[in-house]
């Protein structure tokens, strides 16, 4: 699928695949063949090339399936495409697995109770020093920034409170990150509480990220103390 993929009838589709058989439903391929623009036959092939197993002219696909092909997607640069049509709990998976190609250990629906209250991160992920944290956001339009206000503040107070966990556990400095992921692109990515980034970009900015990397709204916190704010 590797040759195929990357024509434009492959990536309709994929989109299509995606959008018709959301919730795990079964879907005509006559139907995606239609919608995707592409004749049945080139229809079978993509769906033979995926793997995808067809039955009385009909497709179904399994959450881990999805995934599989979003992920696939994904790999090739076309996120976008690939997120619209995942369930929002799909989305954070999604996200799960670009931190794991570039070597994060990571958990999803993570719940602590601190400073009197419960938090709740969709996903974390740890490398060394370096503590990314994850809303994961699958909102559609309008992307405003006074949207993302009081989510923002809350992944930044979330995040602190988890480096803060994990330097006492670990016996060491964390450097931590909080990340608020969405699928369409936002006016301005950075601001003094977190990175704001949508799911085209994020690949890309994992693969650059370190500990260093300058203009992040870092929080640095050791063992010992309350924790620090700190700008590359």
Known sequence: ??????????????????????????????????????????????????????????????????????????????????????????????????????????????????????????????????????DCKHWAPPMSPSRFKNPEAHQAEATRLYAEKLAKEKNSQVTSLPIILTLFEMPQEFSEGAVIVDVQKFPSMLRDLTPYTPNMPFHIVGPEDGGKPYQA
């Open 1 to 134: 699928m590797q040759s195929l993929i990357d024509l434009p009838s492959a990536r309709r589709f994929v989109r299509e695949l995606l959008k018709q058989t959301r919730g795990e439903k079964t879907a005509s391929l006559s139907l995606i063949s239609t919608y995707a623009s592409c004749s049945f036959e080139l229809s079978q092939k993509f769906a033979s090339d995926l793997g995808i197993q067809i039955t009385n002219g009909e497709v179904r696909l399994p959450r881990e399936s999805r995934l599989e092909v979003a992920r696939a997607e994904a790999s090739r640069g076309f996120a976008l495409e690939a997120s619209r049509f995942l369930e929002w709990k799909d989305f954070e998976r999604l996200a799960e697995s670009c931190l794991e190609e570039m070597s994060f250990e990571t958990q999803r629906d993570v719940r602590l109770k601190m400073d009197g209250r419960r938090w709740q991160i969709d996903v974390i992920g740890v490398k060394g020093e370096l503590l990314v944290c994850m």
